[in-house]
Every structure is written in structure tokens, then in C-alpha cells.
């Protein structure tokens, strides 16, 4: 085999291992420390069928509660605009995520923005959310890629920035029993947005419009009072 046809077929073996390769869900060195702990997390799928990473705690009946302190989501750490993601994206789509708790949350439970809102004899839960990273990442080699000439166009798209991206934003959140303090229940999700263009295009708030409406099925699922 000439050294061109070498070259050509390591291309072709790469792509069939980068099939599919891109992760549904968070890896450990992007957990953000917004938990207190990521002890316990293991993948799940949920209704919408997401692969998240969850953990609750044994026994935890979210009909004991009938309260839930709920603010809004943070953005954690501090927010660092880029050119892609500006500062006004990131605040949009903290109230976007921020709304899509609380319509999760609203059929089930009284809302209040601090524990001395909450009525004396109710259980209360408390929720702790943050955005900790919103970005976009090139999508992963399809099957029709995994032949030399697709893989090299697939490889060459990625090199110059043209290959098709998918917008993600990564929410860590914990569920605090306000009577114990404990936690009851925490996720780290991946979300995947709208595909982009390339490498260029300009992430913006209603990208992440539908995934949000699955946080919103997923969350209300988890916590639904039936």
C-alpha cells in the first residue's frame, strides 16, 4: 500500500471511531463546583429521552412537599462574554432557563423566592440551578462520513471551522430538604441546542428554546405530585 492510500485509510478508521462520538453527557473535568458534591451521579435517560447525569436520594417522595424556594438560575461562575455567546445571550437565556423551572415547578408547588416566605407548617423544598457554561462543539462524524473521501471533507470542514456545530449549555442543580438540609436530589445536564452553521455563528437565546421545553417535561416528570 502507497504511503498516499495509508494516509487515506487512517482517515477513514479515525472517522469510524469519532461516529457518534461526541458526549450526551457532562465529563467530570466540566463539573463547575457548583455542587457542594457530584457524589452519586450516574446516567439516566429521562422522559424526553436525554441522557442526563442524576442522583436522588433513596425515598425521596416529592409529594411530601408543597413548597419549593426558587429565584432564578445562576450563572456560574461569574459570566465571561465571548463573541459568540455576548453578555445579553447569557441573561436571556438565564431567564429562559430560569421560566422553564418555574413552569415545571408551578402546577405542584407554591413558588417563593426565600425561605421566610414559605408558610410556617409547609415541607419546603429549596432549588439550587446555575448555567455553568453555554458554547457550541462540532457534531460528531456521521456514517456517511466513515469512508475516505467523506472523512477527509469531514476532517477538512472541522480544521477550517465550516463543519456543522450544535450550541450546548451545561445546568448543575441540587434539591435541599430546608427542614434537614440535606440534599434529596441533584442533576448535572447537558443540553444540546440548535445546530449552527460553523464555527462562526453567533449563539443566541432561542437556540436553546425547545431543549428547554424537554428540561421543562423532564423536571415536571421528576417532580410531579401524582
Not at 409529594?63 to 465571561?80: I, M
Not at 463573541?83 to 445579553?88: I, P
Not at 448535572?188 to 462562526?200: H, I, M, P, Q, Y
Request: hydrophobic fraction near 40%.
Amino acid at each position: 500500500m502507497s504511503m498516499s492510500n495509508k494516509w487515506i485509510a487512517g482517515i477513514a478508521l479515525s472517522c469510524v471511531f469519532q461516529v457518534g462520538c461526541v458526549s450526551k453527557v457532562a465529563q467530570q473535568e466540566q463539573y463547575s463546583g457548583f455542587l457542594a458534591n457530584y457524589q452519586g451521579l450516574e446516567e439516566q435517560t429521562t422522559p424526553s429521552e436525554q441522557k442526563v447525569l442524576r442522583w436522588v436520594a433513596p425515598g425521596f417522595d416529592p409529594r411530601a412537599y408543597s413548597t419549593v424556594v426558587f429565584k432564578e438560575v445562576e450563572l456560574y461562575p461569574a459570566p465571561k462574554p465571548t463573541e459568540r455567546v455576548n453578555l445579553k445571550t447569557l441573561q436571556d437565556v438565564q431567564t429562559m432557563a430560569s421560566n422553564s423551572i418555574k413552569t415545571a415547578l408551578a402546577p405542584s408547588y407554591s413558588i417563593v423566592s426565600n425561605a421566610k416566605q414559605a408558610p410556617a407548617a409547609s415541607r419546603t423544598l429549596i432549588l439550587q440551578a446555575a448555567i455553568t457554561h453555554v458554547s457550541a462543539n462540532n457534531e460528531g462524524m456521521h456514517w456517511y462520513e466513515a469512508v475516505p473521501i467523506g472523512g477527509i471533507i469531514g476532517a477538512t470542514q472541522a480544521a477550517t471551522g465550516h463543519r456543522d456545530q450544535t450550541a450546548e449549555m451545561f445546568i448543575e442543580a441540587d434539591l435541599i430538604d430546608a427542614n434537614t438540609g440535606l440534599a434529596v436530589a441533584k442533576v448535572v445536564r447537558k443540553v444540546f441546542g440548535a445546530t449552527l452553521n460553523n464555527a462562526s455563528q453567533p449563539i443566541a437565546a432561542n437556540d436553546f428554546k425547545v431543549a428547554l421545553k424537554d428540561v421543562t417535561n423532564d423536571m415536571h416528570a421528576l417532580l410531579t405530585k401524582q
